[in-house]
């Protein structure tokens, strides 16, 4: 008989047992880590769930608190109309001084230049954005009395674009057109 060897033949590369299949391993892993996780997702919901009573009940107080301030409110509307009124009628005035023409300011500012031979026939005003352009037709005794109301008038810082525009003489007088614009000098509040 010929001798047999026993012995054990080891290898430790391959596994012992079968190998495990996919669904075997989700499983697994569902029930020992997947719980901790299921655990988690519901302690959120819960807690969002709680939260949302609590909101809830906020927004029922709430709700309650601006409910009872309607009355009040209601009750202020007639001064809430007065106030825009008053403020319109203010922005009303206070715009219609800011655009309104300082006439008076105008006529003495001429009045200080006119030398007391010219006397004026006519005075025309004409308001235009940003100035007033005025023409007056008026006769003088001699030249002096046009120079001297013309160079006043020039020098004014006042008053611009001074023209005499037409000179004429008749009977020993002479009649004159002249014209120019000043600022806007407007009121003030």
């Known amino acids: 008989m010929p001798k047999v060897k026993i012995g054990i033949h080891l290898d430790l590369l391959k596994p012992q047992s079968n190998p495990e299949k996919i669904p075997v391993k989700i499983i697994r ?50 001064y809430e109309v007065l106030i825009r009124q008053t403020q319109l009628k203010i922005s009303t005035i206070q715009t219609s001084r800011t655009n309104a023409v300082d006439y008076p300011d105008i006529l003495t500012r001429i009045a200080d230049q006119t030398p007391s031979g010219v006397r004026l026939i006519s005075l025309n005003f004409k308001k235009e954005v940003g100035k007033v352009t005025f023409s007056m037709n008026a006769e003088a005794q001699n030249n002096n009395d046009i120079t001297s109301l013309v160079q006043g008038l020039k020098q004014d810082n006042f008053f611009s674009e001074i023209n005499l525009s037409s000179i004429g003489l008749e009977k020993n007088i002479i009649q004159f057109t002249l014209s120019g614009s000043s600022q806007l000098s407007s009121k003030q509040l």
Do not use: H, N
Request: no cysteine.
């Open 29 to 78: 892993w569902l029930l020992s880590t997947g719980r901790f996780i299921f655990i988690f997702v519901e302690i959120i919901v819960l807690i969002a769930f709680i939260t949302r009573f609590k909101f809830d009940a906020d927004l029922a107080s709430k709700k309650e608190a601006i409910e009872q301030q309607i009355p009040y409110i209601e009750s202020l509307k007639p």
